[in-house]
T-cell receptor
Framework: DSGVTQTPKHLITATGQRVTLRCSPR?????VYWYQQSLDQGLQFLIQ???????AKGNILERFSAQQFPDLHSELNLSSLELGDSALYFC????????????????FGEGSWLTVV | QKEVEQDPGPLSVPEGAIVSLNCTYS??????FMWYRQYSRKGPELLMY????GNKEDGRFTAQVDKSSKYISLFIRDSQPSDSATYLC??????????FGEGTQLTVNP
């Protein structure tokens, strides 16, 4: 158990709908990352938050948005869903917002399976 | 050119073999390198972390960075069937952005 909690584990929804994925980071971690993993693609970086502020942005679609709340949990909102959005969405957390020579402990949750039908 | 490239395999070896997994990267300025293991679409599990160049060993696993060639490797000694998984290299490519390779699917046959 990595200590990163993601809900829901599985979600089936229709095209055009909106869903929210939730992530609770490891205790003490200030940074949260979101990744998308499709069948035909590797882990694609979406966005990172550090202590409530957006730190880095990847190839996140405009239909997707995220935020990190004062209690450090994060939510990824996916709207106007398309079939191609079906994927595993992972959240990861780390203590700091930047890599350190002393070590980086970035741990992943078990993911949220999203199926768009 | 992709920032991080990894041969997806698949790679199949007999139990007890030494496994070599590799990635190349595009920018010699990258300094933070990691290896993750992922079992059938479960959450990636951090295996090794290396800063800058050189080797790092942890049990049966050795991570190696060759900055002159922009090449990183993960070696698994005495491989076991339980090592069968997808192995992903990951590099901090821009500030705190962690970029993954495509992953190499490994099967260790008993």
């Amino acid at each position: 158990d990595s200590g990163v909690t993601q809900t829901p584990k599985h979600l089936i929804t229709a095209t055009g709908q909106r869903v929210t994925l939730r992530c609770s980071p490891r205790s003490g971690d200030l940074s949260v990352y979101w990744y998308q993993q499709s069948l035909d693609q590797g882990l694609q970086f979406l966005i990172q938050y550090y202590n409530g502020e957006e730190r880095a942005k990847g190839n996140i679609l405009e239909r997707f948005s995220a935020q990190q709340f004062p209690d450090l949990h994060s939510e990824l909102n996916l709207s106007s869903l398309e079939l191609g959005d079906s994927a595993l969405y992972f959240c990861a957390s780390s203590p700091s917002g930047t890599p350190k020579s002393s070590g980086n402990t970035i741990y992943f949750g078990e993911g949220s399976w999203l199926t768009v039908v | 050119q992709k920032e991080v490239e990894q041969d997806p395999g698949p790679l199949s070896v007999p139990e007890g073999a030494i496994v070599s997994l590799n990635c190349t990267y595009s920018n010699s300025a990258f300094q933070y390198f990691m290896w993750y293991r992922q079992y059938s679409r479960k959450g990636p599990e951090l295996l090794m972390y290396t800063y800058s160049s050189g080797n790092k060993e942890d049990g049966r696993f050795t991570a190696q960075v060759d900055k002159s060639s922009k090449y990183i490797s993960l070696f698994i000694r005495d491989s076991q069937p339980s090592d069968s998984a997808t192995y992903l290299c990951a590099i901090f490519t821009s500030g705190s952005r962690l970029t993954f390779g495509e992953g190499t699917q490994l099967t260790v046959n008993p």
